[in-house]
C-alpha cells in the first residue's frame, strides 16, 4: 500500500521551512520532493521576539500565527508544484509548527507551536494535521523529542546499537539498542547550533558560521568550556529538553561574567562548538558508548563542528544518515509526514522512555480538508 503525505518542518534555528512529499509503503519510505522556503529576516526577527517574554505578546503572537500559517501553506503548495501531484492524492500534512515557547518544566509546563492549521487546511485544501506535541505533555511528558519513535521505526537495527543525532538550533539524540528488548532513550543534549549562530549574528552579523571556518580559527578556552559545561541542564536526568528560551546570548552573557577574563570573539566561537560537541559526546558515553553515530540536521555542514565532534566521540563511527537512505537535511520534515500518517490511522507514536508521558497516546490534532 502506498500513501502519501507532506511533512512540513520549522525547527528553532528559524532559519528556512523544510517541507517534504514522502510515498510511505509497507515498511519503505520514498521521497519523492523537497522544498526549502526561506523566512524573511523581519518575519525571523519577530518570532524571535516571541521566544522571550515581551509586550503586547497576545496580538503579536496571533498576528504570526496567521501569517507563519500562511507561509506553511504557501510552502507545501510550492512543493506539490514542484512534484507536479494531483492534491486528491495527497492523504494528509504534517506540520510541527513553530515553537516560539517550550517550558516543559515547573508547574504548569506548556509548549506552544504556531503556524494555524486551519490556515493550511484551506490553503492548500489538504486535510492538515498539528499540534503534535500537547497531548504528550498533558499525558506528564517534556513534549519532546518526539522523533525517536520514528528513527525507531526505520533505523532499530538487531545487529548494531545506534545514534540518531539531529543537530538543529539543539541538538538531540535517539538510542536505538540492538537488543530489542532494551527501552529507546532520548532526549536534547543541549545546544547544537543557536549559541553558535547566535554569537555570530551579534559579532559578524552573520546568520551562520558558513563551515565552522569562523570558529575554526580560534583557540578553545577551557576555562569557559569547563564553566558552561558545568551548567546543571548538561547533567541533569533524562526525560528533558530544552529550547533557545534557555541556551541564549544571556545564558552565555550570565557565564562570561562570571568568568570576569576577556576572550576575543573568536575563541568564544570555538569554544562554544566545543561545547555543543563535547556536551554531545558526554551524553552519548552515558547512555551508549558503543554505538554506531548517524548525524542529520543543518550541524552536519559545519564542518569544524563535525570534526569536533568524531575527535569527542572517540571509536564511534560517524555518518550522515544520508548512509542509510534518509538525507540528512530532511529528516526531521520526514518525521512529521511520518507522524501524520501515523495520526491519521489513529496510531499511537509518542515514547514514555523518551518523554516520560504516562502512557502512549495518538499525538495531534486533525484538521480535515
Ligand atoms: N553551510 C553551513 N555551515 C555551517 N552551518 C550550517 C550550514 N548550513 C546550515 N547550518 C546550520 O544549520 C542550522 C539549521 O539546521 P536545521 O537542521 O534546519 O535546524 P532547525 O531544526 O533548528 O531549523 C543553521 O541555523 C546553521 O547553524
Ligand atoms: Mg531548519
Redesign the pocket.
Known amino acids: 500500500m502506498s500513501e502519501l503525505f507532506i511533512g512540513l ?8 521551512i ?1 517541507a517534504v512529499l514522502v510515498d510511505f509503503q509497507e515498511k519503505t519510505l520514498r521521497l519523492i520532493a523537497t522544498h526549502s522556503q526561506t523566512i524573511s529576516n523581519e518575519l525571523r526577527n519577530d518570532l524571535i521576539r516571541l521566544c522571550t517574554p515581551g509586550d503586547n505578546e497576545i496580538n503579536r503572537m496571533s498576528e504570526l500565527d496567521i501569517k507563519i500559517g500562511a507561509l506553511f501553506a504557501k510552502t507545501a503548495n510550492t512543493l506539490i508544484k514542484k512534484a507536479n501531484i494531483n492534491i486528491a492524492k495527497i492523504k494528509a500534512i504534517g506540520s510541527h509548527g513553530q515553537t516560539i515557547r517550550h517550558q516543559p518544566n515547573g508547574k504548569f509546563p506548556f509548549t506552544l507551536q504556531i503556524g494555524d492549521p486551519n490556515v493550511i487546511a484551506v490553503k492548500t485544501g489538504i486535510t492538515t494535521i498539528a499540534d503534535f506535541r500537547r497531548r504528550d505533555m498533558a499525558l506528564g511528558g517534556q513534549g519532546a523529542p518526539l522523533a525517536p519513535t520514528f528513527h525507531n521505526d526505520i533505523f532499530r537495527n538487531p545487529r548494531e546499537n545506534r545514534i540518531i543525532l ?5 541538538a538531540n539524540i535517539t538510542y536505538l539498542p540492538a537488543d530489542l528488548n532494551q527501552p529507546i532513550i532520548g532526549f536534547d543534549t543541549g545546544p ?3 549559541l ?2 547566535n554569537w555570530i549574528s551579534q559579532q559578524l552579523g552573520k ?6 571556518h569562523w570558529g575554526a580559527s580560534g583557540n578553545i578556552n577551557i576555562a569557559l568550556l569547563t564553566l558552561l559545561l558545568s551548567d546543571p541542564y548538561f547533567t541533569h536526568p533524562a526525560p528533558k529538553s530544552t529550547g533557545r528560551e534557555y541556551f541564549n546570548l544571556a545564558w552565555l552573557k550570565k557565564y562570561l561574567s562570571i568568568l570576569a577574563i576577556e576572550l576575543t570573539p573568536t575563541d568564544i566561537q570555538a569554544t562554544l562548538c566545543e561545547l555543543t560537541a563535547k556536551s554531545i559526546a558526554n551524553a552519548i558515553q552515558l547512555v551508549a558508548k558503543d554505538s554506531t553515530i548517524l548525524v ?4 552536519l ?3 569544524y ?1 563535525l570534526d569536533r565532534l568524531k575527535a569527542n566521540c572517540g571509536n564511534s563511527s560517524v555518518y550522515p544518515t544520508d548512509n542509510l537512505g534518509v538525507p540528512a ?1 530532511w529528516m ?1 520534515a520526514i518525521a512529521f509526514a511520518w507522524f501524520a500518517q501515523q495520526t491519521l490511522n489513529k496510531k499511537p507514536s509518542n515514547l514514555p522512555s523518551v518523554t516520560g508521558a504516562t502512557q502512549t497516546t495518538i499525538l495531534g490534532g486533525v484538521y480535515f480538508a
Open positions: 518542518m520549522s525547527g528553532t534555528s528559524m532559519d528556512a523544510d539531529n543537530l538543529g538550533g539543539i547544537a547550533n543557536t553558535l549562530d546568520s551562520y558560521d558558513e563551515n565552522g542529520c540536521g543543518g550541524g555542514k559545519n564542518k563542528l537535511q526531521e
